[in-house]
């Protein structure tokens, strides 16, 4: 059973920055597309970046230019770096690994103050 945990969450000022990992059992990890999603208080889960096994990556416009993803295939992670924050990027963020099953981890909230 594959599982996803991600960490590196927390409270930071707008303009801060922080780094989520996403951790990932299982040997198929490293060979599957992961995304960063986030869902917000009273929003719907949304989309902020994906990255292939090969390193391709794409982002939600809200977030280029600020937000890096990528991964250390030899440590089964994948990072969501995080620059710039802003108050309206606080959500709870979730990584997600494509497939079937498709696995979701637990979430990590960021929280960026004002």
């Known amino acids: 059973q594959v599982q996803l945990v991600e960490s590196g969450g927390g409270l930071v000022q707008a303009g801060g920055s922080l780094r989520l990992s996403c951790v990932g059992t299982g040997s198929i990890f490293r060979t599957t597309v992961i995304q960063w999603y986030r869902q917000a208080p009273g929003k719907q889960r949304e989309f902020v970046a994906i990255i292939t096994s090969s390193g391709t990556t794409n982002y939600a416009v809200s977030v280029k230019g600020r937000f890096t993803i990528s991964r250390d295939n030899a440590k089964n992670t994948v990072y969501l770096q995080m620059d710039s924050l802003k108050p309206e990027d606080t959500a709870v963020y979730y990584c997600?690994?494509?497939?079937?099953?498709?696995?979701w981890g637990q979430g990590t909230q960021v929280t960026v103050s004002s």
């Open positions: 997600r690994q494509s497939g079937s099953p498709v696995v």
